[in-house]
Nanobody, 113 residues
């Protein structure tokens, strides 16, 4: 059974940082692209980072230079480091087996003073 479980969200001050983790089970991430999405209140879900099994990461301009995706194929984990956070980064962040219907339940990141 495929499962993706995020952790690490919380309340962060503007300009701060937080690290998110995604534990994958039921498949090996080694062979697949993994990604992170976010969904802010009343907005559509959007891609914030993606990484294939062997290629460079992708980031949209909105987070480029501030977010970093990484993966540990041995631990079957995917990570997202969020730096220089802004209030508009407030959202539920989801781990995704890219290109499939498998999503985590999400973890909330709130950027506020």
């Amino acid at each position: 059974q495929v499962q993706l479980e995020e952790s690490g969200g919380g309340l962060v001050q503007p300009g701060g940082s937080v690290g998110l983790s995604c534990a994958a089970s039921g498949f090996s991430i080694r062979f697949y692209s993994m990604s992170w999405y976010r969904q802010a209140p009343e907005k559509e879900r959007e891609l914030v980072a993606a990484m294939s099994s062997g290629g460079p990461p992708y980031y949209p301009d909105s987070v480029k230079g501030r977010f970093t995706i990484s993966r540990d194929n041995v631990k079957n984990m995917v990570y997202l480091q969020l730096n220089s956070l802004k209030p508009e980064d407030t959202a539920v962040y989801y781990c995704h087996w890219h290109g499939t219907d498998y999503w985590g339940k999400g973890t909330l990141v709130t950027v506020s003073s």
